[in-house]
């Protein structure tokens, strides 16, 4: 086997084992229901303790970037930040999207709408404590 081929799994299993300490089958602790729209998430100051299982719940008010749903993108997103790197996409006016995410990661983590956090305040801000 290659060094090339070797580092290729090796970078693939690191993958699995950064995904497997956010991503989990264990039942949430917390419920955290957020609207986001053109006037941003509420709420977009959140506090949770380290450790906890979080089902977001994110529920688009608005049509976001668009409604056009032939497009690659439309609606809104929730993007939580590095370390967590975890994205919703595409959440159509009306509609809820979920996902549980372990709060492994202590400390100050930004979230946000990649699609449209440049023309509105669709920012907040998860505190891991
Ligand atoms: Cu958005």
Redesign the pocket.
Known sequence: MSLRNITIILILLANILFSCSKNTDEKPDVVINIE???NGYNPNHIEVKRGQVVLFRIK?LDE??GDDYSQSVY???FYILPPYDVMVQN?KKGETKQVKVKMVYPGKVLFT?????G??P?KGELIIK
Do not use: L, Q
């Open positions: 986001v729209s053109k688009a976001g970037i609606g809104h997103c959440i709408c990649p699609y449209c956090s023309i509105f669709t």
